[in-house]
Nanobody
Framework: QVQLVESGGGSAQAGGSLRLSCAASGFTYSRYSMGWFRQAPGKEREGVAVIFVGSGQIIYADSVKGRFTISQDNAKRTLYLQMNSLKPEDTATYYC???????????????WGKGTLVTISS
C-alpha cells in the first residue's frame, strides 16, 4: 500500500538547522509531484515547498524562501527538506505529500504522510 514516512523532526534553537526526509513506497514515485506542508496548532495546513513532476520546477512559500531547500532522490524514492535559519514560527508538524499533477494546494494532494513534529525555541 501507499506509504509516505517522514523523519528528521525534533527540537532546535532559533537559527539552527534540521533536515527532514520522506521515504515513499507503494506508488510510482517518478509520476508524482512531491511537496512539504506544515500545520501549526490552531492554524490551517499550508504549503512549504513543492517539486513538480517532469519539469522539476520548485515553488517555495514566501515565508521559507532563502532558508529552506527541497530536493529529492528518485532512485531512493526519498524527498528531503533542508531547513536553515530556523525561526520559532517554523514550529509545526511537517507533512510530506504526493499528487498526480501540478498543484501546491493541500486540498488536492493524493497521498499524505503522518507528519513529523518540528519545534523551534527562541
Amino acid at each position: 500500500q501507499v506509504q509516505l514516512v517522514e523523519s528528521g523532526g525534533g527540537s532546535a534553537q532559533a537559527g539552527g538547522s534540521l533536515r527532514l526526509s520522506c521515504a515513499a513506497s507503494g506508488f510510482t514515485y517518478s509520476r508524482y509531484s512531491m511537496g512539504w506542508f506544515r500545520q501549526a496548532p490552531g492554524k490551517e495546513r499550508e504549503g512549504v515547498a513543492v517539486i513538480f513532476v517532469g519539469s522539476g520546477q520548485i515553488i517555495y512559500a514566501d515565508s521559507v524562501k532563502g532558508r529552506f531547500t527541497i530536493s529529492q532522490d528518485n532512485a531512493k524514492r526519498t524527498l528531503y527538506l533542508q531547513m536553515n535559519s530556523l525561526k520559532p514560527e517554523d514550529t509545526a508538524t511537517y507533512y510530506c505529500a504526493a499528487v498526480v499533477g501540478y498543484t501546491f494546494d493541500p486540498a488536492w494532494m493524493d497521498y499524505w504522510g503522518k507528519g513529523t513534529l518540528v519545534t523551534i525555541s527562541s
